[in-house]
Nanobody, 121 residues
Framework: QVQLVESGGGLVQPGGSLRLSCAAS????????MGWYRQAPGKERELVAT???????NYVDFVKGRFTISRDNAKNTMDLQMNSLKPEDTAVYYC???????????????WGQGTQVTVSS
C-alpha cells in the first residue's frame, strides 16, 4: 500500500513563506515524476511544479521565481519552498507521484490527501 502524505501547510501573510513536504511510503521500487498541484475553491486542480528523478524541474508561469521544488530520491520525499506568497496562492496543495511498487510492475499515479495553504492578512 503506497501513501503520499503532505505536511507544512498553514496560514501565512502576503509576502511570507511556507515549505511543503511530501513523503511517499509503502511498497516503492522507484519513483519517476513527482509534482505539486493545487486546487482553489470553485476552481479545477492545476499543476504547480514537477520534478523528475534526474532533477529536471518544470514550473508554471505564475510561480516561477517564487517557488522551488526539490526531492530526495533516497528518502522518497519532495518539498516545495514557497516564497513571496500572494492571496491568489490560497488553495489545497496536493502531492502527486508516478511510481512503481516492484521492479517489474507498471508505473501508477498516486495522490496525497492535500494540505491547506491560506495567504491572508
Amino acid at each position: 500500500q503506497v501513501q503520499l502524505v503532505e505536511s507544512g501547510g498553514g496560514l501565512v501573510q502576503p509576502g511570507g513563506s511556507l515549505r511543503l513536504s511530501c513523503a511517499a511510503s509503502g511498497s516503492i521500487f522507484s519513483i519517476n515524476a513527482m509534482g505539486w498541484y493545487r486546487q482553489a475553491p470553485g476552481k479545477e486542480r492545476e499543476l504547480v511544479a514537477t520534478i523528475f528523478s534526474g532533477g529536471t524541474t518544470n514550473y508554471v508561469d505564475f510561480v516561477k521565481g517564487r517557488f522551488t521544488i526539490s526531492r530526495d530520491n533516497a528518502k522518497n520525499t519532495m518539498d516545495l519552498q514557497m516564497n513571496s506568497l500572494k492571496p491568489e496562492d490560497t488553495a489545497v496543495y496536493y502531492c502527486n507521484a508516478d511510481l512503481r511498487a516492484f521492479r517489474y510492475s507498471m508505473y501508477r499515479n498516486y495522490w496525497g490527501q492535500g494540505t491547506q495553504v491560506t495567504v491572508s492578512s
